[in-house]
């Protein structure tokens, strides 16, 4: 089995014009399968040579057998031709291009764009493009990964982001990383001149969503039981009920208070040892749980997660009679929380 390269790996291969002849590019988390077969159709071929030597099919509508006699032939006036299957999931009888796999065309390069799940690792089709190309696999982040790849994504465009900006995006979009870069992209934007860092400002301004009432603010008032900054963050999501969903408010607070369990657990109670714990990234997400530990202890903690559960099931109409609305039922569960 060959050595599982990275995304940023392979992204650096391509870049440099290093090729594999075969790569299986499949997972749940379509933005880096996308990222990556873009960059090879921006990569290996240059314009001149697209016309005769690109070949672009969808698995749907395509068949291996054609795809097989295309991968075979050879490029015309280029060292490459470049043949990407895309959607590779609804091409049927997939398996038998193990016909062109077991001997493929130093001068074809083959992508298979896989989506939504990964190819069965135990067929031979798979064990073979391991061996002899590259096969990668694109796994969902989790959210507590969203800022550093929010961070990273912005570095690689020469602008940096404020660390509240970046709680603010993951607490909104969630690991949503297609829809994450359109909102930076547009940030990127609406940067004033001679400005390279986004700030919570600017997207409040641009994108809607409030600096001071979100769900990284009600997390941090939960944590020092504010009463009085909760309240006013929930009567503000009551109001604008559309932008503020009940169901990300609580899948932000089940984290924070199943995490807070964890620490809970530690020995070592120190901020780097919950950093490294948690895999937070910036102290200041690290904050809010210091100051929760010496509020709400394990006991407590663990009611908090079960009362999170129940309002989540109310919110499906669980449960729920007489009917409570999503707004009261949020005002509830964080009244029961801080009492």
Same mark, same amino acid.
């Given at each position: ?39 090879? =159709? ?30 075979? #032939? ?37 992508? =298979? !764009? ?7 690792? %135990? ?5 073979t493009i391991d061996k002899v190309g590259i096969l ?23 602008? *940096? ?11 909104? $979009? ?22 390279? #860092?986004? *700030?919570p400002e600017l997207i409040e301004q641009n994108i809607? @969503? ?11 008032? $939960?944590?020092? %039981?504010? /009463?009085?900054?909760?309240? #006013? ?6 109001? !604008? ?32 040892? $919950?950093?490294?714990? $948690? ?10 749980? @210091?100051?929760?530990?010496? /509020?709400?202890?394990?006991?407590? *903690? ?6 999170? %559960? =129940? ?6 109409g669980v449960g729920n009679a007489p009917a409570t609305?999503?707004?009261? =039922?949020? %005002? ?8």
């Amino acid at each position: 089995m060959a050595k599982k390269l990275t995304f940023e790996e392979i992204k650096g291969s391509i870049i440099n014009k290093k090729f594999s002849s075969v790569y299986l590019l499949q997972g749940e988390e379509s933005y880096f399968i996308d990222q990556l077969t873009d960059l090879l =159709l921006e990569n290996v071929l240059e314009d001149s040579e697209r016309d005769f030597n690109q070949t672009m099919v969808y698995g749907v509508d395509a068949n291996v057998a054609n795809i097989i006699n295309v991968a075979k #032939r050879y490029p015309m006036m280029s060292k490459y031709q470049l043949v990407v299957v895309k959607e590779a999931q609804a091409l049927k009888q997939i398996d038998e291009l193990i016909h062109y796999v077991n001997n493929p065309l130093k001068s074809t390069i083959l992508v =298979l !764009n896989y989506k939504n799940g990964k190819m069965d690792g %135990r067929k031979k089709l798979s064990s073979t493009i391991d061996k002899v190309g590259i096969l990668f696999e694109a796994k969902r982040i989790y959210e507590n990964k969203i800022p550093a790849f929010i961070s990273s994504y912005l570095q690689d465009k020469q602008v *940096t982001i404020e660390p509240k900006a970046a709680q603010m995006m993951t607490d909104f $979009l969630g690991n949503k990383l297609s829809q994450i870069c359109n909102e930076l992209d547009k940030l990127i934007i609406y940067l004033p001149e001679n400005q390279k #860092r986004i *700030t919570p400002e600017l997207i409040e301004q641009n994108i809607g @969503i409030s600096k001071d009432f979100n769900n990284f603010e009600l997390q941090s008032a $939960l944590a020092s %039981r504010d /009463i009085v900054k909760a309240n #006013r963050i929930i009567n503000y999501f009551d109001k !604008n009920a559309k932008n503020n969903p009940l169901l990300m408010s609580l899948s932000v607070l089940y984290n924070f208070f199943s995490n807070l369990m964890i620490c809970h657990f530690q020995a070592n109670k120190s901020e780097s040892q $919950l950093m490294n714990v $948690l895999g937070l990234r910036f102290d200041f997400q690290v904050t809010d749980y @210091i100051h929760a530990l010496k /509020i709400y202890s394990p006991t407590k *903690t663990m009611q908090i997660v079960e009362l999170i %559960r =129940l309002s989540d099931a109310k919110s499906k109409g669980v449960g729920n009679a007489p009917a409570t609305d999503n707004g009261q =039922l949020l %005002r509830e569960l964080t009244y029961k929380i801080m009492h």
